[in-house]
């Protein structure tokens, strides 16, 4: 309310008295002096505004322009890296994905062949294992006929010096000999 009364007050006395300012030296609020005021207000947002239009405009547009390009020119740019990284990395796991299947097929592949060397070198063994028990049970045998034989032979001579020795007599070898095998014959087929 204060400020309308001050308001209605200026008002007021501007309205009485129109030089009121020019007296106090404000060329400004003197009429004579709006005529030129108003030219050269007029003259210089004029120059102003051509000036603005003319050079500082047109810069501030072409550097707006330029960088919205450089922008626009970065972010294409930014697309096609992330496009190739994609592609990269699509690819990436492409070969990674093969290499494994590359290397599962490959372990199969080794652990079959593993399998067949262990298979035929278990074969190989097995066969060479019955070779070996096949000889040793030939040499075995020998060795029994032989151990037979030299049993019987040690026999025929103790039996030959027993019966010497016990009747004092010779006694005929092919008897004895033929009575030693025929024992022994009964006697190894106990252990056969």
Same mark, same amino acid.
């Given at each position: 309310?204060?400020?309308?009364?001050?308001?209605?007050?200026?008002?007021?006395?501007?309205?009485?008295?129109?030089?009121?300012?020019?007296?106090?030296?404000?060329?400004?609020?003197?009429?004579?002096?709006?005529?030129?005021?108003?030219?050269?207000?007029?003259?210089?947002?004029?120059?102003?505004?051509?000036?603005?239009?003319?050079?500082?405009?047109?810069?501030?547009?072409?550097?707006?322009?330029?960088?919205?390009?450089?922008?626009?020119?970065?972010?294409?740019?930014?697309?096609?890296?992330?496009?190739?990284?994609?592609?990269?990395?699509?690819?990436? $796991? %492409?070969?990674?994905?093969? !290499?494994?299947?590359?290397?599962? +097929? /490959?372990?199969? &592949?080794?652990? =079959?062949?593993?399998?067949?060397?262990?298979?035929?070198?278990?074969?190989?063994?097995?066969?060479?294992?019955?070779?070996?028990?096949?000889?040793?049970?030939?040499?075995? $045998? %020998?060795?029994?006929?032989? !151990?037979?034989?030299?049993?019987? +032979? /040690?026999?025929? &001579?103790?039996? =030959?010096?027993?019966?010497?020795?016990?009747?004092?007599?010779?006694?005929?070898?092919?008897?004895?000999?033929?009575?030693?095998?025929?024992?022994?014959?009964?006697?190894?087929? %106990?252990?056969?």
């Amino acid at each position: 309310m204060r400020k309308l009364f001050s308001l209605v007050c200026v008002v007021f006395i501007s309205k009485i008295n129109p030089t009121i300012g020019a007296e106090a030296g404000m060329p400004q609020l003197n009429p004579e002096f709006w005529i030129s005021q108003i030219f050269w207000l007029i003259f210089i947002f004029t120059g102003l505004y051509l000036l603005m239009w003319r050079f500082v405009l047109p810069r501030i547009t072409d550097s707006i322009e330029n960088r919205k390009k450089h922008l626009i020119n970065d972010l294409n740019e930014a697309q096609k890296l992330k496009e190739n990284a994609e592609k990269k990395l699509n690819e990436y $796991k %492409k070969i990674i994905e093969h !290499s494994k299947n590359q290397a599962k +097929k /490959i372990v199969l &592949e080794s652990r =079959k062949k593993i399998e067949s060397d262990i298979e035929k070198k278990r074969k190989q063994f097995e066969n060479e294992m019955d070779a070996e028990l096949t000889s040793v049970e030939k040499q075995i $045998k %020998k060795f029994q006929q032989s !151990s037979v034989d030299s049993i019987n +032979k /040690i026999a025929i &001579e103790t039996s =030959k010096e027993v019966i010497k020795n016990t009747l004092g007599t010779e006694v005929n070898v092919s008897n004895l000999s033929a009575i030693v095998e025929e024992i022994s014959k009964k006697e190894s087929q %106990k252990y056969l």
